[in-house]
């Protein structure tokens, strides 16, 4: 089945620096790459996809690029906000096979950002 | 438009009981999975129902079993509660098996 790892973390960075959370994945086949975003006492939010090998998902500043040849797909953004505190979570879905349907997500990465 | 809804947001129930959790999947979308997040972890696949069957299941005990019914909204019951059921219960919905999930603000467990 599907994998996931993100980096280790927590993150903790000054606002307006600029971030990066890892994240590889194992799978059979071409799994669609997801980053969510879960802010405290909440469920997930959909931050941004990308659905095939060299898809540039983007929204709010945040970026991840889809890199079949390294299998990964970081996230990144310029210029962190307080606001973008929270934990990241990275996941795989397949269109076919076992893992069908099957949302795989890594551990998780908390970010802080103090002002 | 109307976003995934979960019922209820808290329960507390005692060890050996029975529990039923309720998810109003979005408009259009046939496809509602169930995931279990532990404190601390990322969300663990239950299973998942596509068109009132189940399209999919993860490593969970037949305890936990579910239901889709024909509005594609969705229940999740786990019976003999333990312990470790204690977690968030997330419900998402999708339009299609593969393609990306949107969360319910879920339903938060504690078995005493």
């Known amino acids: 089945g599907n994998s996931v790892t993100q980096m280790e973390g927590p993150v903790t960075l000054s606002e307006e620096a600029f971030l990066t959370i890892n994240c590889t994945y194992t799978?059979?086949?071409?799994?669609?790459l997801f980053w969510y975003v879960q802010y405290p006492g909440e469920g997930l939010q959909l931050l941004l996809k990308?659905?095939?090998?060299?898809d540039k998902g983007s929204n709010k500043g945040f970026e991840a690029t889809y890199r079949k040849e390294t299998t990964s797909f970081h996230l990144e953004k310029g210029s962190v906000q307080v606001s973008d505190s929270a934990v990241y979570f990275c996941?795989?879905?397949?269109?076919?096979?076992?893992?069908?349907?099957?949302?795989?997500f890594g551990q998780g990465t908390i970010l802080t950002v103090h002002p | 438009e109307t976003g995934v809804t979960q019922s209820p947001t808290h329960l507390i129930k005692t060890r050996g009981q029975q529990v039923t959790l309720r998810c109003s999947s979005q408009?259009?979308?046939?496809?509602v999975s169930w995931y279990q997040q532990a404190l601390g972890q990322g969300p663990q696949f239950i299973f998942q129902?596509?068109?009132?069957?189940?399209?999919g299941r993860g490593n969970f005990p037949p305890r936990f079993s579910g239901l889709q019914f024909p509005n594609y909204s969705s229940e999740l019951n786990v019976n003999a509660l333990e312990l470790d059921d204690s977690a968030l219960y997330l419900c998402?919905?999708?339009?299609?098996?593969?393609?990306?999930?949107?969360f319910g603000q879920g339903t938060r467990l504690t078995v005493v």
């Open positions: 998402a919905s999708s339009p299609r098996p593969e393609s990306e999930a949107f």
């Open positions: 799978a059979t086949g071409y799994p669609s």
């Open positions: 990308a659905t095939k090998a060299d």
């Open positions: 996941a795989s879905v397949n269109a076919g096979g076992t893992s069908y349907g099957k949302l795989t």
């Open positions: 408009s259009g979308h046939n496809t």
């Open positions: 129902y596509y068109r009132e069957e189940e399209n």
